[in-house]
């Protein structure tokens, strides 16, 4: 079993019901957020399952110069701090550099260290120090034993506030691989481990300018999951993927969701009943 970590009025880990951390990839605007912050929130609680709302302010990492990257630092902060005061749920969003934290962890829940960044010291150093929880995704270039040196360098603060997310091992060009053998691996270290679904579904760059992905595969890798025992499950949602302004071949369709998260409870329920 892994550690418990509070997460305002939620709880990763320690053996309870996964988590669902879920938003847009990134704010486009403050009407479609709360549109889908409201949409979420009555699936989430509908069926009993604890929700931690997702989306960037910035997508410093974009493909192309010319992708849509977010509102902006101060703007996008106001938004989320609207969502988790309107809707009274807890929000994530990921910091790229030092001088974001302060600002960051004044409004957020849990800072998110994106996966290109994982291996920054002083970034993780620094994100530790703001004593808040914190959610690292693994690098698709890391093997699950290096998660090892991540949490060793976290929690040489003092904090252990910390969960660890799988997103996918780079394979071959414009590709990535889920290897199921990863998660309990990353859990035998003790800090909750979550997948992330959508970004797994990714083609990194494989439509020149932007990223593709596979959604049809999104509800399938989520059951794996699911069954492997994960503490919570990542994804990107999204009333009109298509129309998205970032990341909308492997985001998930919101009128979709409920049917999703109603048969991957079910497993859950069933890995629930005493041996």
């Not at 794996?224 to 129309?243: I, Y």
Request: glycine residues 10%.
């Amino acid at each position: 079993m892994t550690r418990e970590i509070n997460i305002g009025n939620v709880k990763i880990g320690g053996g309870n019901t996964p988590i669902i951390i879920a938003g847009p990839c990134v704010i486009e605007g403050e009407g479609i957020t709360f549109e889908i912050v409201k949409r979420l929130k009555e699936i989430c609680d509908g069926l009993g399952l604890p929700l931690l709302f997702k989306s960037s302010y910035d997508k410093a990492n974009r493909t192309s110069i010319s992708s849509y990257r977010g509102p902006g630092l101060d703007r996008g902060l106001r938004i989320l701090a609207d969502v988790r005061a309107k809707f009274d749920i807890p929000v994530l969003a990921d910091v790229h550099s030092i001088t974001e934290i302060k600002p960051a962890s004044e409004v957020l829940d849990v800072l998110q260290i994106p996966a290109f960044l994982c291996r920054q010291t002083d970034l993780i150093l620094a994100v530790s120090k703001a004593g808040k929880p914190v959610n690292v995704k693994k690098g698709q270039f890391l093997a699950p034993w290096d998660v090892k040196n991540i949490i060793d360098k976290f929690t040489s603060t003092g904090n252990h506030n910390l969960f660890i997310t799988e997103r996918g091992t780079s394979f071959g060009y414009n590709n990535l691989v889920v290897d199921f053998r990863g998660v309990p691996i990353m859990r035998s270290f003790g800090y909750p481990v979550v997948f992330d679904v959508t970004h797994s579904l990714q083609l990194p760059g494989g439509q020149g300018s932007c990223s593709g992905g596979q959604r049809e595969f999104a509800e399938p890798l989520a059951r794996a999951a699911v069954a492997v025992g994960v503490d919570g499950l990542f994804m990107e949602v999204h009333p009109e993927p298509e129309k998205a302004l970032c990341d909308g071949p492997n985001m998930i369709e919101l009128d979709e969701l409920k049917k999703m998260l109603s048969r991957i409870k079910k497993i859950d329920s069933i890995l629930r009943i005493p041996d």
